[in-house]
């Protein structure tokens, strides 16, 4: 395969490039598609995982999608899945750089605007709930797959025509954050020292909204990018998994709450000294 990146981050492009992806450091527009395909000719095949949610000109990209494939060419892409999003509440998922959050219905009519057409979907696992979809132009030699319509009608079924769902999705979380206040208010009027455990874009959503802000002590986090820093807002310092351990924490939050049994697995010493886990999300629960 030849293969091209393109992505407006000068460290990205300049790490990809470094690492055998030749990548342009710039944003993807038709202008450059047009460009791309007058040096190295129409693309076979176009990706763009989990950032077309984080896109405000989307339809640049789409008209520049449109430019660049070639005869039989396929845009394929992964993104956020607002049932998954609502129904496990995934709310943790919905921070600065997304800006959109999909459902198929919306996606099939966006496509056509811009010379294109969504012929498959499926629901895949990534980030706790994700679609990938295959788009070509418009007119193209692939029959529209009927995963497209039976989630469509799914969808309709489920409420996600109505605000229902987003609805219930506010009064679960209302719920889980005073069953959260409620416990470290007290452990923290008792003196307790309470960490965080995931330094995520996530785990900040989840400070900001659930108010924890002046109830921990620390984060901790097992990746070394984000070790040694601070939290955004709040300034929380951020080390390695092994400062529950040294700063003798009484109890550790859970953030990043889809990872819980991992992380619980990985520190049985934690529980067996006397600490404790706190599981915000989806059901609350203390260990």
Partial sequence: MRVLGVDPSQYISEKATAGGIPTLC??????????IKAEHGPAD??????????????????????ELLGPGGTFVFET????????KMLFDTIHHEHLGYDLVRPLGSLFPRYGLE?????????KGGSLRAW???????????????????????????????YETLAANLEYAKTQLLDLLNRLKAEGKTIAGYGASVGSTTQIHHFDLGD???FLVDDDHRNQDLFSPGNHLPVYP???????????????????????????????????????????????
């Fill in 135 to 165: 788009v070509q132009q418009k007119g193209g030699s692939q029959s529209v797959r009927p995963a497209i319509t039976e989630l469509i009608a799914d969808e309709a079924a489920q409420g996600f025509t109505t605000a229902e769902p």
């Fill in 45 to 66: 095949v176009i990706t763009a995982n989990r950032v077309i949610a984080n896109i405000d000109t989307v339809g640049d990209v789409l008209e520049g999608v449109n």
């Fill in 241 to 287: 998994s092994q400062a529950i351990y040294d700063k003798k924490a009484d109890y550790a939050v859970i953030l990043a709450w889809r990872y819980a049994e991992q992380i619980i697995k990985r520190h049985p010493s934690f529980v067996e000294q006397g600490g404790h886990f706190i599981v915000p999300l989806p059901d609350f629960k203390v260990i």
């Fill in 118 to 126: 969504l012929f498959n979907i499926e629901k895949v696992s990534i």
């Fill in 215 to 217: 109830l921990l002590t």
């Fill in 26 to 35: 710039e944003f993807f527009t038709p202008e450059l598609a047009r460009a």
């Fill in 80 to 87: 956020g899945y607002m049932v998954d999003i609502a129904q």
